[in-house]
């Protein structure tokens, strides 16, 4: 079957330092990998997206690569900002139209 | 252009009530996706519907269940409500029924049971 792990949350972070949030999946056939971000009393949004392996997906500084090898696909931003605070999901689609999501890990970002 | 809405924003119900909560997607998306978020749970798939048929369901109850409209607003019906059943429902749309389309989400109703 299909489904994600992700770290479990909270995360609490400094401003500028280093965010790393664990995913790794399972999945029949060849799936796309996403993160979505949900700020504060909004829906989701896409942050990025990977759809084979090796791809680096990324967007306002996030980054994450999709690993076949290891069936991962870890978020990370080398410096966060306070409006980074969100809680992040990790997903997959395969070739049906439905994603299949990660619980969520909240990140909490201090000035 | 308006993004997908969701109404109400919330909602509160006692067990056995039933409930029926709205989206209109972004005008000129044809396909809506609903979604539960719940703490225990993450997000879960519900259903999608495409020009008013459902194309895929979830692993969740025949208590759930939805319908599209013509102008592709759809409603998701809840009967015989739960305690478990308190959660965010979101719903997402896309232009057509590509799978590497990209989805857009609606802020979510807020579903309590008492």
């Known amino acids: 079957g299909n489904s994600v792990t992700q770290m479990e949350g909270p995360v609490t972070l400094s401003e500028e330092a280093f965010l790393t949030i664990n995913c790794t999946y399972t999945a029949t056939g060849y799936p796309s990998l996403f993160w979505y971000v949900q700020y504060p009393g909004e829906g989701l949004q896409l942050l990025l997206k990977?759809?084979?392996?090796?791809d680096k997906g990324s967007n306002k500084g996030f980054e994450a690569t999709y690993r076949k090898e290891t069936t991962s696909f870890h978020l990370e931003k080398g410096s966060v900002q306070v409006s980074d605070s969100a809680v992040y999901f990790c997903a997959l689609k395969t070739g049906a139209n439905n994603l299949f999501f990660g619980t969520g890990t909240r990140l909490t970002v201090i000035p | 252009k308006a993004g997908v809405t969701q109404t109400p924003r919330y909602l509160i119900k006692t067990r056995g009530q039933q409930v029926t909560l709205s989206c209109s997607p972004i005008s000129g998306h044809r396909s809506v996706s609903w979604y539960q978020q719940t703490p225990g749970q993450g997000l879960q798939f519900l259903f999608e519907y495409f020009s008013e048929t459902q194309r895929n369901k979830g692993n969740f109850p025949g208590r759930f269940s939805g319908r599209q409209f013509s102008n592709s607003r759809s409603e998701m019906n809840v009967s015989t409500l739960e305690l478990g059943d308190s959660a965010l429902y979101l719903c997402?749309?896309?232009?057509?029924?590509?799978?590497?389309?990209?989805?857009?989400f609606g802020s979510g109703t807020q579903l309590s049971v008492l």
């Open positions: 990977a759809t084979k392996a090796d």
């Open positions: 997402a749309s896309r232009q057509g029924a590509a799978t590497n389309e990209k989805l857009f």
